[in-house]
Nanobody
Framework: QVQLVESGGGLVQSGDSLRLSCTVS????????LGWFRQVPGKERESVAA???????????YYADSVKGRFTIYRDNAKNTLYLQMNNLQPEDTAIYYC?????????????????WGQGTQVTVSS
């Protein structure tokens, strides 16, 4: 069974940085696309950033327009860990952030593309 365990959330002020981590069990870490989604109450879960499977195309990354230039997704293959570096955080970034394993090699950019979810980690940005 695939397990994704997030960590790194917290309460920060506007302009601060946080790094989220997601440890992925099993051999799926390098086999499928991975991503980060976020959700606020009353809204649909949305893709924040994603990365293709290792060796697929050019390991293309995807970013939502709202986070481009501020967030960076990357992975440590030796540790089976996916990261989301979040800089210049803003109050509108407040949400529960979920790590996601895609169903395919390509970047998972919608909930329909996701095979497994982590438990989520809360990020709160105060103004």
């Amino acid at each position: 069974q695939v397990q994704l365990v997030e960590s790194g959330g917290g309460l920060v002020q506007s302009g601060d940085s946080l790094r989220l981590s997601c440890t992925v069990s099993g051999r799926i870490f390098s086999t499928y696309g991975l991503g980060w989604f976020r959700q606020v109450p009353g809204k649909e879960r949305e893709s924040v950033a994603a990365i293709e499977a290792i060796g697929f195309s050019r390991s293309t990354t995807y970013y939502a327009d709202s986070v481009k230039g501020r967030f960076t997704i990357y992975r440590d293959n030796a540790k089976n860990t996916l990261y989301l570096q979040m800089n210049n955080l803003q109050p509108e970034d407040t949400a529960i952030y979920y790590c996601a394993q895609g169903r395919y090699l390509r970047t998972p950019t919608s909930p329909a593309d996701v095979a497994s979810w982590g438990q989520g980690t809360q990020v709160t940005v105060s103004s």
